[in-house]
């Protein structure tokens, strides 16, 4: 009897003389979430503090007399843009981005908070407008359908906002810039069914001297 009862127990704790592993019973990483983690405030900032200066859509450049550089998008590409972001995106954030900044401003989209956003994140620039080291971009969100001025360096800044008729909605100013050797910017305006224009201030000192984009 004694011998029977030990002969169980040892079949009982013995290990399986044959067949495959037990399974790890840990998820699989292929069967965890595996969206994209959306772009942080500190990427953000990044972006638009480092960021290279350059028109992303075709464009061309135009030197003027005065030595100021100019790079303008084909009108058809900017078409293009602004239509794929009014289908994407309906208003976007709207009126609530106006004066907040992109970069630091986790902006309330559709779809609720788990769509927020930093707008610099998917930010292009339009335009520029360049002399020397001196220069104003006009910066765009299509996600959050928004614009605003980065520029570089000590020159203030300034962007404005215009209804559909020509009529000036808003304006936003960076007059920190004067200061900084690296990129700067405003704060954002909401551009959905509106135009904007970028500024930079040609004076260091003295009255204000606005070279300004185009409306777009």
Not at 30 to 53: F, Q, W
Not at 142 to 152: D, I, K, L, Q
């Amino acid at each position: 009897m004694i011998l029977a009862v030990v002969a169980l127990l040892l079949f009982a704790t013995a290990p399986p003389a044959t067949g495959p592993v037990a399974a790890n019973p840990k998820v699989s990483p292929a069967a965890s979430d595996s969206s994209p983690a959306l772009p942080t405030r500190e990427e953000a900032i990044t972006k638009e503090r480092y960021g290279i200066a350059e028109v992303t859509l075709p464009s061309r450049t135009i030197r003027h007399a005065d030595g100021t550089v100019e790079i303008v998008p084909d009108p058809a590409a900017v078409r293009a843009l602004t239509e794929q972001a009014s289908l994407a995106g309906g208003d976007a954030c709207g009126p609530a981005c106006d004066g907040k900044d992109p970069a630091s401003f986790l902006a309330p989209m559709p779809g609720g908070p788990s769509n927020y956003r930093y707008c610099g994140t998917d930010a292009q620039t339009i335009y520029i407008f360049a002399s020397g080291e001196s220069r104003v971009e006009l910066r765009y969100s299509p996600g959050c359908r928004t614009a605003w001025s980065r520029g570089c360096c000590y020159r203030s800044l300034k962007g404005y906002s215009y209804y559909p008729n020509g009529i000036e909605r808003l304006n936003v100013n960076n007059y920190h810039t004067v200061t900084s050797g690296t990129n700067e910017w405003t704060a954002m305006l909401d551009h959905a069914g509106y135009t904007y224009s970028a500024c930079r201030d040609r004076q260091i000192g003295g009255p204000h001297d606005w070279h300004c984009t185009s409306r777009w």
